[in-house]
């Protein structure tokens, strides 16, 4: 069954093939909400909420952009609405200890805790940018998006997303260096 | 090429998204232009510190307890109200929108728009997400033509 088929028997009443929609896509929709929030929990359950709103509003979808930029776009709006609703909470957030889903499963403790601050960093930079330049940061980054993917995600011209992309990376060496200043890991980073 | 354009696609080229004709021309841009060379070099930095970037993993049961929650819920999808619109015309739904902004107009139209979208920019974002685009599109078109020519009447 395509993608097109499964959305059809879903919108016709078809719960069991929005599990994997949720297969397919839970990954991804994971970590533009962990980008958002900087922690595993609330990230689980925002990628829930998420999930439970694209099936309420499953109609709304009719074709008239691709279905992952439809899904990509209401997982947007659900995470800036995230931001806006914590904003008290974000400034007392740190990264949690969590499990770290390392790639090499046989590095050792040291450099475990240079990986550990790298993400610590680079989210926290990510945090402190205007949204319009985070977003498109993390669609291109965490979910492989093209210039044209996102603008229609963003419903902005292309042009525009190269931009932003373009300035947004500026700033977040930036706020990299700035943050990495005087740190010793600094030159292990970058 | 100037290098306010090669900047833009520096992104592309360290993906190796570009077509070829163009990858060749901000290839050989870089060759003799230090400044843009420099970009891309603090690009890649950014990137390579964006790959090697470590998310914690979803629990295993991850799916089965969203759908729990679905079937819990019995949550049903939503009727699409757009779709419903959309039967009886698109020049309906413009009249209306029209209606709506004309009982304004008299505030000023900028002051209406800048007051809904900045007070709540959810109902915007709605809006945005469920309706089909052609049909706001062409709503706004009408809706713009309607508004130029009341400020060419003022
Ligand atoms: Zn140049």
Sequence with gaps: ?190 | MDCSFIKLYLELLDRGQLNKELEEGIKSHIDYCKECSQELEEIREINNLFNEIQLPSLPMDFTSRVMGRIREDSTSPEKNIWQEFSKWGVSFVAAGLIMFLLNFVSFDFNIVTLTITEKNPDIINKVFEYAPSNILNRGFEQIEEIIENIGDRR
């Design chain 1, 1 to 190: 069954m395509d993608l097109e088929e499964r959305i059809h028997s879903i919108q016709r009443g078809d719960i069991s093939q929005f599990e994997w929609i949720v297969e397919e896509y839970k990954n991804k929709i994971f970590s533009l909400a962990y980008g958002y929030t900087k922690d595993s929990y609330l990230a689980q359950d925002l990628t829930q909420d998420i999930f439970v709103r694209l099936y309420k509003n499953i109609n709304s979808f009719q074709g008239q952009s691709s279905f992952s930029t439809w899904l990509y776009r209401v997982a947007k709006n659900q995470c800036i609405d995230w931001t806006r609703r914590n904003k008290k909470r974000m400034e007392n957030t740190f990264l949690e200890e969590g499990q770290w889903d390392f790639k090499d499963l046989d590095i050792g403790p040291e450099e475990r805790a240079i990986r550990k601050e790298k993400n610590q960093l680079l989210y926290e930079a990510l945090e402190s940018l205007p949204e319009k330049y985070r977003t498109p940061l993390m669609l291109f980054h965490f979910q492989n998006l093209s210039y044209g993917e996102i603008a229609e995600v963003l419903d902005l011209p292309s042009k525009t997303v190269a931009t932003h992309l373009y300035r947004g990376k500026k700033l977040l060496r930036e706020k990299l260096i700035s943050k990495g200043r005087g740190d010793m890991l600094w030159t292990a980073l970058l």
